[in-house]
């Protein structure tokens, strides 16, 4: 079989400019048309205007400068306005697009921060076998894919059953909340505390080093611990800083509607501290439960709340200690939370169940990929 290896710009066109972009502050949740930008969410919005719907006739490949974010659309959509390129193969070029897509998903962009990354996309030599066998291989992947995809919308239909069953029995508006009684400041029932600087002076004091959780290792109600960063710190600053079982680690900002992202540690690591951009709410008090407090904080109820106090400036919000510690905290009976805790707890192990699987297809399909683009699928 005859494979045609051609350069990146041989294979591709970027069609992105002569469109219009709909920026971020434009965005609604409702539409008709589906925005589609350079973040982790497939479709980031909805806009009614069709004057910014993408020209031409699809399907494009997607690809984030800054984020590095890949997506492959077949239907019209409109552009986000930050870093997004549309791209399309080249007329004459007997190239799938299924197959150039699956192709560079397979490739590993290197990391350049929030700085642009379609330089090293546009190093890539495209493998260009007939295309019958572009269309075989990129059936093959999108069957496994399609797999994945299954598997891990599971996991996110579990989180929704959660959150259903936390709005069943205790609400979310503060008219359904108030009947639990009169909220009181976090303050009040877990001690808050930010974490170590980085940059801070050591004045030549002894140190060891340590994981310590940045804020990318908090998503929401996850932790991302397959890059834990190591810092070396005093003995003090360990005993001061270091994390304990279901201690609730909260990011202090990023986007708007990330404000409240946050989880339990679940004491993977030993002896980890955490950085001042990561806030620990450790409870103090018998009245509420650690779990309980994770999801009324990362509820609608808990992101308004911080919607409402945060200093926001260009697209980013964040939240201080004070108003963290402000935060009203509303504390139903013990016994409701613990029958909360112990549904959230089933649901969770289904959860953990669910994710192992995901990482055997992950496995499967890296394996599939590297086959596919080293001639032996």
Known sequence: MRV???????????????????????????GRHPIVDQGQEFVGG?????????????????????????KFVDFPFCMGADGVKVLKPKPDVEADPRFLYHFLSANEIPSAGYSRHYKFLKRLEIPLPPLPEQRRIAAILD??????????????????????????MFGEEPKQLSRWGEPVPLSEVANI???ITKGRKLNGSSTRRVPYLAVVNVQDRRLELSAV????????????????????????????????????WTGDLDEVIHQNHVFRVRIISN???????????????GKKYFLRVAKQTTGIASINKTQLSAFPTIIPPLQLQQEFAQAAERIAGEARRFALAVDQVDTLFSSLQHRAFSGQL
């Open 4 to 30: 045609v290896a051609l350069p990146f710009e041989r294979v591709f066109e970027d069609t992105s400019s002569g469109n219009l972009k709909v920026q971020k502050g434009d965005y609604v949740s409702v």
């Open 46 to 70: 909805f806009t009614d205007d069709p004057a910014y719907l993408v020209k031409g006739k699809g399907p494009w490949i997607i690809f984030g400068d800054h984020t590095r974010a890949l």
């Open 143 to 168: 069957n496994a894919d399609a797999l994945r995809r299954k598997r891990k919308r599971a996991i996110e239909l579990l989180d929704s059953l959660t959150q259903s069953i936390f709005l069943e």
């Open 193 to 195: 505390g930010s974490g």
């Open 229 to 264: 960063k190591f810092i070396e710190a005093t003995n003090a600053e360990i005993a001061r800083y270091r994390l304990e079982l279901n201690d609730l680690l909260l990011t202090e900002g990023g986007d708007p509607d990330k404000l409240g992202r946050g989880t339990l």
């Open 287 to 301: 009245r509420i439960l650690p779990l309980f407090l994770s999801w009324l904080v990362g509820s609608s109820y």
